[in-house]
């Protein structure tokens, strides 16, 4: 068969495996017009060979029978279709007025109900949003206000973010998207370091030098120092195993943090000590007015004083005065003024839900702040956000998202 068109390599590779079967039955009817076929113009284009389809016109017996029938084949296909979809629509029907029905009796409840009158809502949006106009189809768990949309925020997300919670019941994940980098040429010259390696997240430093130019300006000091801020597992776990080593177990536990479970892990902690001209070492516990400085006038940079001596039992960390953490403005502001630490705050937001009354906060700078929080719903979360104002959103490390919006300045 080659040898009859020596010439066109590339139709017999497209058509081996049917020139193949054609030598299997080199008598019967396809074959004969395939061969024929193989001459004509359609198949030299390179079209697929197909005994019925590049038929030359005429060869068909019956072609009218064939498309007439095929046609009321159609026309029955399109019936049962047409009939299939208002059947469809009547259903919908029915499921918008008993989903109407039940959120009608749900609404009233307080937030223990939430998570059931956020399904009882999803049902109502997706069953109505088949009435409305396309643009509005995407999938809704709340009804959202004008001038909001959707985010969408992964189950990892939960675990990122200013405002993630890392204690002792929830560990940190080492999955983030903060930009760890040394003090060192990082720094301004208000403090020290002790060493070149000591790094923290880039936005948190930059606070950092904020605060420490304060803290110099306004207290005259210059010889604060960071000892310690992030740390990798491995140096969590050599910190931790020599602290057992030297005091025991029980004393490492309550100052030291179990390797994986450290604030100090997620690059927003920082330790101070202090270190003087003459060279000489002292810690926070020496002092009164370094510490008593930074727990007054930390929040105005966005960092908490970590563990409180009145908030061991929550914290299960021992007083800690030289340890601060970053969580950013509005925050550390309202953590401040209720006298929350950061476990008691992400407990409080849960009050403030996206579709209840948002946390409304003017700082003590004139800064007006709207916050609120909405729960995990598992792989993804749609988190309502404004479209018309600046805003964050971070996980809080345990089972939902804490929306920040800027809300401009008081006047
Ligand atoms: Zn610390």
Not at 58 to 71: F, K, L, W
Not at 282 to 287: A, N, S
Not at 354 to 382: K, N, P, R, S
Request: charged share 20%.
């Amino acid at each position: 068969m080659n040898n009859r068109n020596p010439n066109n390599n590339a139709r017999r590779s497209n058509n081996q495996q049917r020139t193949g079967q054609n030598q299997n039955n080199p008598n019967n009817q396809y074959s004969r017009y395939n061969q024929h076929n193989q001459n004509n113009q359609y198949y030299r284009s390179g079209q697929p060979s197909n005994g019925y389809r590049q038929n030359p016109a005429g060869y068909d017996p019956y072609p009218p029978v064939r498309h007439r029938s095929r046609r009321k084949a159609r026309q029955t296909a399109f019936l049962v279709v047409l009939t299939v979809i208002i059947m469809v629509m009547l259903l919908v029907s029915v499921v918008i007025f008993a989903a109407r029905c039940a959120s009608g009796q749900f609404t009233d409840n307080e937030t223990d109900t939430a998570s059931g009158l956020i399904t009882s809502s999803q049902s109502t949006t997706e069953a109505v949003s088949d009435t409305q106009p396309p643009e509005t189809t995407a999938p809704e768990t709340t009804a959202l206000a004008a001038n909001f949309e959707y985010q969408t925020m992964t189950e990892a997300d939960v675990h990122k973010g200013y405002l993630i919670l890392v204690n002792y019941q929830n560990a940190f994940t080492f999955d983030t998207d903060f930009v760890i980098q040394p003090f060192y040429g990082n720094r301004n010259n208000s403090y020290k370091l002790r060493d070149t390696l000591v790094s923290l997240d880039a936005y948190a430093m930059d606070w950092c030098n904020q605060m420490m130019a304060a803290f110099e300006a306004e207290t005259g000091y210059h010889d604060i120092l960071v000892n310690s801020a992030y740390r990798t597992l491995e140096e969590q776990e050599e910190i931790y195993s020599s602290r057992v080593e030297d005091y025991g177990e029980e004393y490492a536990k309550n100052y030291v943090a179990v390797p994986g479970y450290s604030e100090h892990h997620t690059g927003l902690a920082i330790d101070f000590t202090i270190y003087t001209d003459d060279n000489e070492s002292k810690t926070f516990d020496d002092m009164t007015d370094y510490p008593l400085w930074l727990s007054e006038n930390g929040h105005r940079f966005g960092y908490i004083q970590r563990y409180p001596g009145d908030k061991v039992d929550i914290t299960k960390i021992s007083y800690e005065n030289w340890h601060y953490r970053y969580v950013g403005k509005p925050h550390a502001y309202y953590m401040k003024l209720q006298n929350f630490c950061l476990e008691e705050y992400i407990d409080d937001l849960r009050n403030y839900p996206y579709d209840g009354h948002h946390l409304m906060l003017t700082d003590d700078e004139g800064a007006m702040w709207e916050i609120y929080f909405v729960a995990a719903e598992g792989e993804t979360t749609e988190v309502p956000v404004p479209t018309d104002r600046e805003y964050t959103v971070s996980g809080n490390n345990v089972d939902g998202f804490i929306v920040t919006i800027e809300n401009g300045q008081a006047s």
